[in-house]
């Protein structure tokens, strides 16, 4: 993460900073991929900025993945890209925010129901699934809204109930991210080890109605 520094002309803002997000793939030049990815991470991070701050300025971020999904499904790479962004701003610290950005990636399987942080082998058995980013203020410990979110359905018609239990699924899970977040603030910056102070399962199923709270 990069700036307020020097923008050029032609991108320049008089009112505001201009923002822009750029992903490099493991090998090779970036292609339309890279492009989506960079556009769903600019989504999903802009309202949590106070551009208006450094008008005239650039705030540049680029991200790297050290892995490359092989499946169709790229929404569990999407939100760990999204949340390794909103720690390097963080870390920055140079741009005001407004809250954190935390992302939960949520899949259906045909059999077991929502899953959250699908596996690459679980991706390939989804039938709907999409990324959730929401945005968490300091002080309030509360979700304040969903930013962005990319749910699509494999086969038929888009399920509006199987769209809302997937955003209130992804939304408890994003809270335990955002807590996790808050504690490794004291570490950023430093060689001190950091432990993940909430445990979080690497797949949560989730059949039932009644299991939810809507």
């Known amino acids: 993460m990069s700036g307020p520094i020097e923008v050029r002309l032609m991108a320049e803002q008089a009112s505001q ?29 802009l309202p949590s900025l106070i551009l208006s701050n450094h008008p005239r300025t650039l705030i540049q971020l680029v991200v790297q993945a050290l892995v490359s999904a092989r499946t169709q499904w ?19 610290g140079s741009v005001p925010m407004r809250g954190v950005v935390c992302a939960v990636a949520i899949g259906r399987l045909p059999e077991l129901g929502l899953v ?6 679980e991706c390939v058995e989804l039938n709907a699934g999409g990324c959730f980013a929401f945005l968490f203020a300091e002080g309030i410990g509360s979700c304040i809204e969903s930013v962005w ?3 699509r359905s494999k086969f038929g018609p888009f399920d509006e ?6 955003r209130i699924l992804a ?3 994003a809270q ?20 993940l102070v909430h445990s979080v399962a690497a797949n949560t199923y989730l ?5 939810m709270e809507i």
Do not use: C, Q
Not at 74 to 92: E, F, Q, R, T, V
Not at 161 to 166: L, S, T, V
Not at 207 to 211: A, G, H, L, V
């Open 149 to 151: 979110t990319n749910w």
């Open 161 to 166: 109930k199987d769209f809302n239990r997937a």
């Open 116 to 121: 959250v942080d699908p596996s690459e082998e």
């Open 176 to 195: 335990t991210i955002y807590s996790t977040f808050r504690s490794s603030i004291p570490w950023m910056g430093t060689t001190e080890p950091f432990e």
């Open 74 to 92: 790229k929404d569990p790479l999407i939100a760990s890209m999204i949340n390794a962004s909103s720690l390097a701003l963080m870390n920055a």
């Open 17 to 45: 900073a201009t923002f822009e997000v750029a992903t490099r793939p493991v090998s090779h030049v970036p292609a339309t991929e890279a492009k989506s990815h960079a556009l769903a991470i600019r989504s999903a991070l």
């Open 207 to 211: 059949e039932d109605d009644e299991k």
């Open 171 to 173: 939304k408890r899970s």
